[in-house]
C-alpha cells in the first residue's frame, strides 16, 4: 500500500496529498504517516513547498472532517435509534455523547486529532453529539496543523528515511487504539450502572 501511495503522490503532488488527507478524515484509513512525509521528503527535493504541503493536507484533514462529521450529525441519530440495540446503543447514550460535546467538543477534538487512530475518527462522534459546526471546524483544524507540521517536517528532514516514522508511530497507535477501547467499554459499563440504578 504504501508504495501505491508514494506513486500517487510522485505523479500529482500536492493534489494527491490533498485527496489522500481528505479521505483519512473522512474515516477511510489512510494513514497520514504514509502520505505527507513522503511530500514533504519531495520538499527537500524542491519537487513541492513544505509549506504548501501543510496547508494542503491541513485543509483537506478540516474538509474529510466536515465530511464525517455531516454524516455522524444527519445519519447517526436515526442509525442508532434503528440498529443501536444491536451493538447496545440507544438514545440515553445520544444525550450523553451530546452533552459530552456540548462541554469537553473542543479540548476532545483538538486533542484527538493530534492522536494516531483517534484522529481518522473524532469527526463521527462529534456530528452525532451535535458539537457545533463552527466551533469543531476550528479545533479540528488546529489540532491537523500541528501534526501535519511534524510530519512533513521529519519527512523532510529524515529524507529517504522517512518510513522511520511509520514504526516509530506504530505503538503510539497500537495505545491509542487500546485507550479509545478501553473508554468505549467504561462507557457502556457505566451505562449499564445507571440504568440499573
Not at 19 to 33: F, R, T, W
Request: glycine content about 8%.
Amino acid at each position: 500500500m504504501s508504495d501505491a501511495l508514494i506513486a500517487f503522490i510522485e505523479q500529482f503532488g500536492l493534489l494527491a496529498v490533498f485527496i489522500l488527507s481528505a479521505l483519512e478524515s473522512a474515516c477511510i484509513p489512510i494513514p497520514s504517516e504514509l502520505v505527507v512525509p513522503p511530500a514533504g521528503f519531495m520538499a527537500a527535493q524542491g519537487a513541492l513547498s513544505l509549506t504548501a504541503v501543510v496547508i494542503a493536507a491541513t485543509l483537506a484533514n478540516t474538509l474529510g472532517s466536515w465530511i464525517a462529521y455531516t454524516v455522524g450529525r444527519r445519519g447517526g441519530r436515526p442509525l442508532i435509534a434503528r440498529y443501536g440495540r444491536y451493538v447496545r446503543l440507544n438514545e440515553s447514550h445520544l444525550d450523553q455523547a451530546e452533552h459530552w460535546f456540548a462541554r469537553h467538543g473542543e479540548a476532545t477534538v483538538f486533542i484527538a486529532r493530534l492522536l494516531p487512530a483517534f484522529r481518522t475518527f473524532i469527526s463521527l462522534p462529534a456530528g452525532i453529539g451535535r458539537m457545533p459546526l463552527g466551533r469543531f471546524l476550528i479545533y479540528s483544524l488546529l489540532g491537523a496543523l500541528p501534526w501535519n507540521l511534524a510530519l512533513a517536517v521529519a519527512g523532510y528532514e529524515l529524507g529517504v528515511h522517512w518510513d522511520v516514522i511509520a514504526v516509530y508511530l506504530k505503538p503510539v497507535s497500537m495505545i491509542a487504539a487500546a485507550a479509545l477501547t478501553a473508554a468505549i467499554v467504561w462507557w457502556f459499563i457505566r451505562g449499564q450502572r445507571r440504568r440499573r440504578a
